[in-house]
């Protein structure tokens, strides 16, 4: 008879995270949302179930689908632009998995069964009956709501992946330029159409709407300029951050931030500034020594 306490269930148990976190853009929501699903096998007479990993996949999805509903309502009344929560995944060993930040913000933009179809078949390597028993829409339907998925997001998708020494060799370059005010060195290292965002939530200080292009960008960093001279960040480590690579900060008044850059070409187009403290309660322990 098997159970919950079965080894492949609970190997099962990180990837079933993963796909909730994909869905939703939090790690505590998608966590809640796996133990209700082990919680719901639970409930179950095991021998009812043919699938049990199968039967797992479904439920996550379906109660992520619900969750995505309230979600979306919440994110019309955020204050100033909304990102996901960040991860830090070094060591990420999923190579059917390369969903990074600027990717997870454009998932935003899809409808909840567009996502779900895209993360289950393009991502999670999930035929499309399955994804169809998972959504509750035939294997025809998901495809075509998987091509819509790809048709938005192809943009988003990288061009080509940077490596991790050399993105974080970028972003101590940027680091620094930034912290030393040195808006020259900054120049050369943004696009002209660069965007910069920062999340506070309402809940710690951020610029409340994204910056568009180098001029705007550049304003913001000299306008800070004098806050880093007299108060200096203090860097705590150099990360890969939802697949991007950035750095972890404590700024003034102890507020932790968390950079990703977004790297094209050598260049910066995109920067992601994290600051919102509901968004950084799993920051990894050893990050922050």
């Known amino acids: ?35 209700d699903a082990y919680s719901r096998w639970l409930a179950l007479d095991p021998a009812s179930v043919h699938e049990p990993a199968a039967f797992l996949r479904v439920v996550v999805t379906r109660l992520c689908l619900n969750q995505l509903k309230s979600a979306r309502r919440r994110r019309e009344t955020y204050i100033g632009p909304w990102l996901p929560e960040p ?85 101590a370059a940027f680091f620094a330029a930034s912290r030393n005010g040195d808006l020259s060195a900054l120049r050369a290292m943004l696009t002209e159409d660069v965007i910069a965002c920062a999340d506070g939530g309402g809940k710690v200080p951020a610029t409340p709407t994204p910056l568009i292009g180098i001029d705007a960008v550049l304003g913001r960093h000299a306008e800070m300029a004098g806050d880093f001279a007299r108060s200096p960040s203090q860097l705590l480590r150099y990360a890969i951050i939802d697949g991007l690579p950035g750095f972890l900060t404590v700024e003034t008044g102890g507020i932790v931030q968390v950079t990703a850059l977004h790297i094209q070409d050598d260049r910066i187009v995109a920067i992601y500034v994290t600051r919102n403290p509901g968004k950084l309660k799993r920051v990894p322990a050893d990050l922050l020594r």
């Not at 994804?131 to 192809?154: E, G, K, M, N």
């Open 1 to 35: 008879m098997t159970g919950v306490s079965d080894p492949y269930l609970q190997e099962l148990r990180p990837r079933l995270t993963r796909l909730a976190y994909r869905m939703l853009g939090s790690v505590a929501d998608a966590e809640d949302v796996v133990q």
């Open 87 to 171: 991860i830090f995944d070094p060591d990420d060993t999923d190579p059917a998995d390369d969903i990074t930040l600027p990717l997870m913000i454009a998932l935003e933009r899809l409808s909840p069964l567009e996502r779900a179809a895209f993360l289950l078949h393009d991502v999670f390597g999930m035929d499309f009956p399955e994804v169809a028993q998972a959504i509750d829409r035939t294997p025809a339907a998901c495809r075509q709501l998987a091509s819509r998925a790809r048709t938005h997001l192809r943009q988003e998708r990288p061009r080509f992946v940077v490596t991790k020494e050399h993105g974080l060799k970028i972003a």
